[in-house]
């Protein structure tokens, strides 16, 4: 159990490069595992989420080795995998148990999927029910993991209808289509991360984009490449709201993956009034890249739109923090998503933010926030082990005269393993203990 105290700050500078975005990352071990040829990445992030996925492959015979962010998979091909010698253990991840669960459902072994107490308690059914559809057999504690999958299975291809706007359950269905006899389609209802649909590109196989529907046809293979992980969005986004709430701050963040499925928190923070400017785009391997530039800014408070919100799924604890250093009311609806992630981020959310004294409401979809002035803490933060609820009320140090304390922070080290290192570089001051 380790905890954060986050003493008050109030300026922050410097250009930052912060680690490899993890939902890439995840997606090079998985397609270059299953890709003929060796597949080199850099810029991998080195966090626990990523490793699982690194580690369950390796599990299942590819040879991957690391020298800090490089990253070299020698690709056993589609077929290659190897029954792994025991239960998969994915940690907190809950991309690493739901992707994967679309790849195992297709092989000739059988395997089980298992996580840490947080990733027991997700919903799995998600993907589940469609796998099923396709022919899979998974056993499941009543929709939660561990996950046990009876290889042997021939798959049929299946068109499917997202009910939830998840890039998880869409990459789990498309990874199942690359087995499946014929052609997978997945419609979803709004636009999500479609780091998978690019990836897949990028080796060689082909996937049919027509608005709101992605479809591929299964027998195909993948060859090998070489990837270059772009700094995380996510990650980026404590600093972008660092920045932008604390009294004196310019800083920029380089490299940073601008993928249009993502770069919600920064339309967010933006039609907040965000000082905020991108510079230097790029396109590497397939991915959008800028450097982000957020000075001190004065912030209003908005109703979020609906439409931004999978385009910021993971960057709202975050943009709380923001909300609550607003002029005026934050509104946020449509997010129910947010319930079932690492901790239901909008309850673990409001709890801190009463400790630190701005009002909110709840809503079942989400949450009203009235902008104010952070007070003396009347107690310590609980992050549920939530590694985004705990950079978050990290950040909040500079806009508090106080320290605030925060509790269960093991789990930052699943994304952003050097965030304390980095905040405090850039003048912040956090110590772990
Ligand atoms: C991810 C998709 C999102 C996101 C998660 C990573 C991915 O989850 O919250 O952190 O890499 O595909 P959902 O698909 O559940 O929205």
């Known amino acids: ?13 410097g250009n930052l490069k912060v680690p490899g975005d993890k939902s890439i990352s995840h997606r090079s071990i998985m397609l270059g595992s299953l890709s003929h040829g060796i597949t080199k990445v850099s810029g991998f992030l080195e966090g626990e989420d990523a490793l699982s996925t690194l580690k369950a492959f390796q599990a299942m015979g590819v040879k991957i080795e690391r020298d800090g962010d490089n990253v070299t998979i020698h690709g056993v091909g589609i077929n290659g995998l190897k029954k792994p010698q025991g239960p998969l253990d994915l940690g907190n991840s809950g991309t690493s148990i739901r992707l994967m669960s679309g790849i195992l459902a297709a092989q000739a072994f059988d395997c089980e999927l298992v996580g840490d107490e947080s990733l027991s308690k997700r919903p799995m059914n998600r ?29 049929k291809g ?3 209808d997202l009910p939830v706007a998840s890039a998880q ?33 990028g080796l060689g196989y082909k996937v049919r984009v027509n608005d709101n529907q992605m479809c591929l046809t299964g027998g195909g293979d993948l060859k090998a490449t070489e990837i270059q992980v772009p700094s995380d969005i996510s990650s980026s986004a404590f600093f972008m709201v660092a920045a932008a709430i604390a009294p004196k701050a310019d800083i920029t963040l380089l490299g940073v993956n601008i993928n249009p499925t993502r770069t919600g928190v920064i339309d967010i ?11 230097n785009e790029r396109e590497i391997g397939g991915e959008l890249l800028a450097d982000i530039r957020i000075q001190s800014s004065k912030l209003t408070g908005i109703h979020i739109p609906e439409e931004l919100v999978p385009l910021a799924i993971d960057e709202f604890p975050a943009v709380f923090i923001a909300a609550s250093c607003a002029t005026g009311e934050t509104i946020l609806t ?7 992630k690492e901790s239901d981020r909008i309850q673990v959310m409001a709890d801190g933010l009463d400790i630190l004294g701005i009002d909110n409401e709840v809503l079942e979809d989400g ?24 950079m978050s009320f990290a950040v909040a140090s500079l806009r508090c005269d106080y320290p605030i304390e925060i509790n269960g922070v093991d789990n930052v080290m699943t994304s952003f393993p050097n965030f304390v290192e980095l905040a405090n570089s850039a003048g912040m001051s956090i110590i772990e203990i």
């Open 1 to 13: 159990m380790s905890k954060f105290i986050a003493s008050p700050a109030n300026s922050l500078s």
């Open 127 to 155: 993907v589940i029910n469609p796998l099923r559809d396709m022919g899979a057999i998974i056993d499941s504690n009543d929709g939660k993991p561990p996950l046990k999958i009876t290889g042997g299975q021939t798959l």
């Open 158 to 160: 299946i068109d499917y």
């Open 169 to 201: 359950v869409k990459s789990c269905i498309l990874l199942a289509g690359l087995y499946a006899d014929g052609d997978t389609c997945v419609t979803e209802p709004a636009p999500t991360r479609d780091h998978t649909e690019r990836m897949l590109k």
């Open 269 to 279: 923070l933006q039609l907040m009034g965000a000082n905020l400017t991108l510079s």
């Open 334 to 340: 449509g997010a129910k998503e947010l319930r079932v």
């Open 367 to 390: 949450i009203k926030i009235q902008g104010g002035v952070f007070k003396e803490p009347t107690g310590m933060i609980e992050s549920h082990h939530d590694h985004r609820i705990s």
